[in-house]
Structure formats: structure tokens, C-alpha cells
């Protein structure tokens, strides 16, 4: 199977983006998509995964920060997941990773490349 994140960019506080995963060589519809991130200097943490049966969980990383902000959301016809970021904040500067796995997981069995997200004036 293959992932490929795209949508990041420089975006100013407050501000939206949507970052998509396209994925291929394998159904969509079976799997978990979990999103995660990789600030400068910190550890990989979870941000959401939404389940093969479109159930959203929060990773405890991150909960607490992008709960009622971030959203996951998937459109199987096209193989892509999305996830949606708003009110963002400088903190959420981060290289963003979605992964696929039949289960949410840390240790997903696809993962992107990665896409830059920069929140900053």
C-alpha cells in the first residue's frame, strides 16, 4: 500500500487547512487512518484516527489541544482521507503523517511522507 499526504503549507493563527492522504494498493474502506504529527525537536505524537466503521479517537498526546478544532473524515470512492484543522494555533507547526492499518495504531503498517504544516504571523 501506498500514502501520500499533501495540503500543508503556511498558514497564520487562527487560520484552516485540509490535509488529504491519497492512498492506494489497497481498499480504503477496510482500514483505520490515523494522522500524526512531528513538531521540531519533540517525538512523533497522535493526533486522530478514524476506524475501518468511521469511529473518530483522539490520541491522549494531543486530545486535549485539537479536540473541537481537528476532524477526520474519509471518502472511499476516492481513496482519500482527510483531515481538517482549524483555529490553528503556533503549536500546531508540525510535520503532519496519516498511516493505514486495519486497526488504529501507533505502529501502522503504511505510513505518508509527511506534509509541513506552519501556523505563524
Known amino acids: 500500500g501506498q500514502l501520500v499526504d499533501s495540503g500543508g503549507g503556511l498558514v497564520q493563527p487562527v487560520g484552516s487547512l485540509r490535509l488529504s492522504c491519497a492512498t492506494s494498493?489497497?481498499?480504503?474502506?477496510?482500514?483505520?487512518i490515523g494522522w500524526f504529527r512531528q513538531a521540531p525537536g519533540k517525538e512523533r505524537e497522535g493526533v486522530l484516527c478514524?476506524?475501518?466503521?468511521?469511529?473518530?479517537?483522539?490520541?491522549?498526546d494531543s486530545a486535549d489541544s485539537v479536540k473541537g478544532r481537528f476532524t477526520i473524515s474519509r471518502d472511499n470512492a476516492k481513496n482519500t482521507v482527510y483531515l481538517q484543522m482549524n483555529s490553528l494555533k503556533p503549536e500546531d507547526t508540525a510535520v503532519y503523517y496519516c498511516?493505514?492499518?486495519?486497526?488504529?495504531?501507533?505502529?501502522?503498517?503504511?505510513w505518508g511522507q509527511g506534509t509541513q504544516v506552519t501556523v505563524s504571523s
Open positions: 498511516a493505514a492499518d486495519s486497526q488504529c495504531t501507533i505502529d501502522a503498517d503504511y
Open positions: 494498493g489497497f481498499t480504503l474502506k477496510y482500514y483505520a
Open positions: 478514524l476506524s475501518s466503521v468511521d469511529v473518530t479517537t483522539y490520541y491522549a
